[in-house]
């Protein structure tokens, strides 16, 4: 059982404005999808726990950010394996799988969540993070972010992270232009609308297993228009992957 508040619009604005000042304030991104979020959190649960075998990926003793946090493992991954690429990734961009954990919890205010297992689905979410990056093939630049918002929000619905996509697309409207940055954000959220249901992906498993094949069984598409677009820069695509289709 969740207890939130109600609906804050003007709150979730504020926090937009501080975004789009700095992509990196990363616990803006957690006070908007508190403020607007309403339901669809607890209606993403209840669809995952009606997954035969989910609620045993939230039980287990370890988190998922503590596997993710393990860079000893991850180097002794297979070469091209998911669990390499997600080690160059945090490594190249200078990430720790428990940032997001600190932003998080500087943004998420005053929500409490009473159900110890909601909690844990809630935090899987949150560390799955930059495995939405690395699989779907977006960067850390400002419209890679956008993007893989748009990929997630084809997962999940959430209305808060709808409010930063749309942010981001005028934002970056005005600040590259001539790029179709409306069209790249439709196809991710597209992308990630037919991929699996990635709530309940058992990462653990699929981390030593190739990267290309991950992508397979989980159904995710390659994003053409943001790779062809120049963003993000052919040379930090995951190994195997095409710069566009």
Not at 137 to 155: K, N, P, S
Not at 207 to 232: C, D, F, K, W
Request: charged share 25%; proline share 6%.
């Amino acid at each position: 059982m969740e207890t939130r508040r109600p609906y804050r619009p003007l709150e979730a604005f504020r926090a937009l404005r501080a975004l789009l000042r700095d992509k990196e304030d990363t616990a803006q991104v957690f006070r908007i999808i508190d403020a607007l979020g309403g339901p669809a959190f607890t209606k993403l649960y209840q669809r995952f726990r009606r997954l035969p075998g989910a609620l045993a990926l939230i039980e287990r003793e370890r988190s998922l950010c503590d596997v993710l946090s393990d860079r000893a493992y991850l180097a002794s991954l297979p070469e091209g394996s998911l669990g390499r690429a997600y080690l160059a990734f945090v490594e190249r961009e200078q990430l720790t799988a428990d940032g997001l954990v600190a932003a998080s919890e500087e943004g998420h205010g005053e929500r409490e969540i009473i159900d110890p297992l909601q909690r844990r689905f809630g935090e899987r979410l949150r560390d799955s993070h930059d495995l939405y990056h690395v699989l779907g093939q977006y960067g850390r630049d400002g419209m890679g972010e956008v993007c893989v918002l748009a990929f997630t929000h084809g997962i999940s619905g959430n209305p808060g992270i709808l409010l930063v996509i749309l942010g981001g697309i005028h934002k970056f409207r005005q600040e590259l232009p001539g790029q179709p940055v409306a069209a790249m954000a439709r196809q991710a959220w597209k992308i990630g609308r037919a991929a699996t249901f990635l709530p309940a992906a058992d990462w653990e498993a699929l981390l030593p297993q190739p990267l290309a094949e991950v992508r397979r069984q989980l159904n995710i598409g390659t994003p053409t228009l943001y790779h062809a677009s120049g963003l993000m820069g052919s040379e930090r695509l995951p190994q195997g992957m095409p710069a566009a289709a």
